[in-house]
Every structure is written in structure tokens, then in C-alpha cells.
């Protein structure tokens, strides 16, 4: 016998001993003391090698847990979305939320996603709770940690895990379980139009009052924090004045005129701006825009408006300060609108009217076209779906699944689609453009957006149709100019033949590939994310007045002087966001401040061009900055997207709104991510 040998055995029975010993306190005094001396005799490369037995113990007997609870574990860490991770074509996690079996604080069974696999315990809930933190070091993490809302996962008596935010708000799925079952779904759109003040057979009032502890609580924000920020804030003080005093109740300030522009009748400046006055702690404002939306906003004009119009900017708007404020007058008027838009849903193909009139309750193709335009119909399903969760009640988003199980089943190219839809058909129009500018833009964003603020589910047909669209804008419509080697997506006439031609409205682009990338799209979305980022930039930066045109071209061969330039008929700038909307996710996402001194250098742009004594207008031509022939309209998406953008990217904390909390709508508006 050797001499570990004969030491190994007398650790080994005395620490049976102590293990089993159970007996009097001295007894096992005793036996410690004699197993710690043993211990002590140990020459230290003895010790060593039984600490490295006993480590490969636990390493081994942790190799025999079973798979799938190691993969949950995985899962729980990666789930809410803080770090990349790559989709999985199988094995499709089911819906934790409709589990009969889960009860209040409660174990739940282990075949389920990891989301609800483990027990409750405050170590999870942790995990859970947290999931940005992975990717902040201490320092940072301290200093944001007090400006996050908090979110916990809790099971309530329903057996439905909640998102509670910022304490305890909770975030409501729809009472209906089949949100996808659309039996009956014309009929009760109908009703639904008839009694566009009820809900479920009572009035959205007492509806709402019946589920007052699952309405939203108020978000907290600080305000301005720092110059580059308040100098936003007083641009956006100076818009508003202008407003109030010019063009108050109506849809649109003409700044350089000092009159009002209507578009809809629905206040859009208004109801645009309160979420943007929230953030930026603009209480007054705040609450003077809340009374007038209380006593002046109606719906019940007889006039035709655009559904994707009133649903991005009205909708959208009144959702969005529900969900800071927690005020719920804004879900009561949002659900009157969603009452009042649903005709646009009772074409024969179910994809939607692109006008209606909220007054008569009546929808129709556009006047001048049997179609509608393709992003238009593809760009409303945040929000209809946002109002369902939000009231409990399926119909706004069970009309816009109809649209997107439509959409999905037509015969794309390349995953890419045409700009036009026929209503009544249900088809793309032949030979119809291909673009993700105007009328092709928001398909692809809400493609993402959904699969966001759906939870993220594996194998879901809005993911795969968004990394086939983007593997078809890499195939397709990327280019990159000859000399300079910008990259830049151009546009397929009748479907087939490629102009070098990019809307700023294509600049939205960046931010959105860097999104899907943050949340497991391959690495080349990031690449061309970045060049992209880059081209939008030199849209700017090229132009004598540092301001974008509405389009510019890109050279295909060497022969041309440029390689990016602007004709004169597309050379105004409308105030636009995208491509301040893009940076604001690089900064959001990255932390890194560049992208910040890049918004810097646009913002004083339109300080120096664009501010009048009235408020900030369009430009006609941004190519001379002696000449840049004012337009005379301040778009409500300027207070909504460009200055929130602004606002957001100077931020001290890239987090002020959590990405994986919020999703924004295609008009800047920030709603909640779902579970599922
Ligand atoms: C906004 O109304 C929205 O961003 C929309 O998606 C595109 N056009 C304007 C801003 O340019």
C-alpha cells in the first residue's frame, strides 16, 4: 500500500463518520477536529490532488443532469434578450402563457420554455428581471440601474406570467385564447362598428374600470441631463409655441406662413407630441395636449382618412402615452379609433382599405388606384395588436394576423416585396417597384418589430420572412458605388430593373439591421448596417446645408462626376427622421458617443436652415444653403420621431428606454415588448 493510499482511507472513514455521526455535539466536535487534523497532515500535493478529484466529481456529475435542463438554463439567461443568439429552426418553445398547469408561485413543469420552467425563486427572478445588465460593466450598470424601469416575471392567478414594469404594472395578454381563430371574426368586426364606444357589449369605459388593477403605471424620466439635450428640448419648446399659437387643434403648424394645415382633423401634432413631451419631463405641455385630447379629440367627422396614417401617428400616439402615463383616458380613446378604423378590414381579401371615414364608418381603395400600398397595409399590426393586450379584447389584433398570414402566403421575390396590394384581390400588383423607400419601408421593419414585440419565438414566420427579405436586399438591391465603394440599396423598377436610387426613408434601414442583429441575425446584417449607417451620413455631410435630400442617386460607373448626388426635383428635406431614428439605435445599442456627435453636426443643420421665427420648416433645396426655399410645413413626425430621436441619442444613458422593454412604432412611439 502506498502512503496516499493509506491516507486517502483514513480521510475517507473519518469523514463517513462525521457525515453519518448525527449524535451529541461533542461526538461531532470531535470528529471535525479529528478530520480537520487529518487534513492538516496531508503533504500539500496530496491535498492538491483530492481537490482536484473531487472537482472532477461535480464536473462530471453535472455532465449527467439531464440535457434539457442545461439547455433551459441557457435559455433562462439568453431568453429576454440581452444577448445575441442564433435562431433554432426545431424545437420551437411553447407558450408559456396559455400553460394550464401553472399556478401562483408555484413550481412549473420542466417541459416548457425555460421562461417558466424554474420555480420562482428570487435567484430567477433575478436572471430575469435584469437580462440588459450582461452586457453593462459595474460602473455603467450603477449608474443606470436606478433610471431602468424594473421588470419582474410573476405568475398570477390565471396561471399567466405577467412583465411587470417599473414595480408593478402589468402587461395584459387578451382574454381570448385563439388569437388566431377567425371564425365569426367578420361578424364581430361589424358589431364592433356599430357600437364604437363599447366593448364587449359595454361601454369602454366600464370595460377598462372592470380591469383597472391590469392598466398601466407611469414611467419615470428625468428630463434633460445634459446641453446637447436641452438644446433638443428648447427646439422642441419652440415648435410647440409655434403650434399653440399658429395652429392649435390642427393637424399641421405652417411655420414660415404662421397658419395651420389640415390633413385628417385629428390634432395630429397633438396626439404625436405627448409621448415626446413625457420623455422629455415637459409636464405643462404634457398636460395641456392630455386636456385637449380629453375634450376636443372626435372621431366622428365625416371625412376619409389614411388607415396607416391614423394608426402609426393617432393610434400609435394615444397608445404610447397610455403606457408611459398610465393615464388611462388615452386607452379609452384609442380604443374608440381601433372601434372606428376596423371597415378598412371588410374588404373581400381581409387586406385592408387603405382609406376609411371614421365618421360613417366606411372604408375604400384610394381614389386615384385599386391598391393599396404595401407597407401601408403591413404597418399597423404593432399597434392593433398593442390596443388588444391592452384592453383584453382579440378583434384589432386577431384583423391584423388575417393581414400578415395573407401577406406571408403570397409569392415574394427573393423574400422582397412590391410596393402595391389590391384590396379586393388580395394579390401584389404585377410588375409593381420593388423599394424599401416609399411604400416598400415599413414591411421589412414590422417584419422585426412584431417578431420583438411577440417574444421572439423560434420559427415564426415574421423572422423568416425577414432574413429572406434581407438576404434579397443583399442579392438584389445592395450596391456599392464604383470609386468611393458606398453601399447603398436601390430600388427594382417593374421588379426588374435596378435604379441606383435611395429614399432617405431607406435610412430607417440601419437602425433596424443593428436591432436584428442585437437580437441573433447574422453578422452580415451588421456589416451592412454599419456601411449603410455610413451612406445615409454622406447623404448629409455631402450637401452644402449638411442636410439630406428626399432622394439621391448613386453612381454606376466611373464615368459619372459623383458618386452619390442629388437631382433637383428631389433635392427638399421634410424634416424626416430615419436617419437620426438609425443612430439613435447605434448609440442605443452600442453605448459608443460617436454617433452622437454625428446627430450633433445634423442638428445644427436645422438649427442654422430649417428654424424659423414660428418653428422648424421643410426645405425645397438643401444643395444651396443661400437658396434653400422654404416649404412652409411642420410635420407632426418632427415633434413625434426627429426631435425624440434627438433627444434619446444626447441622452447620458443609451438605456433611458430599455430596447428589450420597448419596441417603437414606425412614427417614434414606444410600446411594450409581450412575452409572446
Ligand atoms: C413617418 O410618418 C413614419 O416614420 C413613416 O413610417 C414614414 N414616414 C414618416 C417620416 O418620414
Known sequence: MTNTD??????????????????????????????RRSWNQLPRCQRNLIIMALTAFIFTALLFLPGDQLINIKDVRLKPGAAPFHIRRENTLQNPHHHPNVEKGNELPGDISAAVASPMTDENRLIKAKPAEEKMDDSKFA???DKLPETVLVGNENGIIDIVNNVDQPIEEPLDNNI???????????????????????????HLQSMSAQLAKPQHFHGATNERQSAVVAAFKHSWAGYKTYAWGHDNLKPVSQTSHEWFGLGLSIVDSLDTMYIMGLEDEFNE??????????????????????????????????????????????????????????????????????????????????????????????EFRDLSRSTNVSIYERVVNVVNEKVHALDKSHGLVPIFINANTGTFRNYATISLGARGDSYYEYLLKQWLQTGRKDNDNLILDYMQAIDGVFTQLMRRTPREHWVYIGELINGHDFKPKMDHLTCYLPGTLLLGHQNGMPESHLLLAKDLLDTCYQTYVRQPTQLAAEISYFALTDKEENDIYVKSNDAHNLLRPEFI????????????????????????????????AAGYTSLGNVKNTLNTRMRDLMESFWLSETLKYFYLLFSDNCKEIDLDKWVFNSEGHPLPVYQN
Do not use: C
Request: net charge negative.
Open 6 to 35: 493509506h491516507v486517502a482511507l483514513t480521510l475517507s472513514s473519518t469523514s463517513v463518520t462525521g457525515l453519518s455521526g448525527g449524535a451529541a455535539g461533542d461526538e461531532s466536535n470531535i470528529s471535525r477536529r479529528s478530520l
Open 143 to 145: 449608474e443606470n440601474v
Open 180 to 206: 388566431n381563430d377567425h371564425s365569426n371574426l367578420r361578424a364581430e368586426v361589424e358589431e364592433a362598428i356599430r357600437n364604437p364606444f363599447k366593448v364587449s357589449h359595454v361601454s369602454i369605459e366600464s
Open 289 to 382: 395636449a392630455r386636456d385637449w385630447v380629453k375634450d376636443s379629440l372626435h372621431f366622428h367627422t365625416n371625412r376619409d382618412v389614411n388607415l396607416f396614417e391614423v394608426t402609426i401617428r393617432v393610434l400609435g400616439g394615444l397608445l404610447s402615452a397610455y403606457h408611459l402615463s398610465g393615464d388611462r383616458m388615452f386607452l379609452v380613446k384609442a380604443t374608440e379609433l381601433g372601434n372606428r378604423l376596423l371597415p378598412s378590414f371588410l374588404s373581400p381579401s381581409g387586406i385592408p382599405y387603405s382609406d376609411v371615414n371614421l365618421g360613417e364608418r366606411s372604408a375604400h381603395s384610394p381614389k386615384w388606384s385599386p391598391d393599396s400600398s404595401t407597407s401601408e397595409v403591413t404597418t399597423i399590426q404593432l
Open 581 to 612: 431614428e438609425s443612430l439613435y439605435y447605434f448609440y442605443a445599442l452600442t453605448g459608443n458617443r460617436t454617433y452622437q456627435d454625428m446627430g450633433w453636426v445634423i442638428f445644427q443643420a436645422f438649427e442654422k436652415h430649417s428654424k424659423v
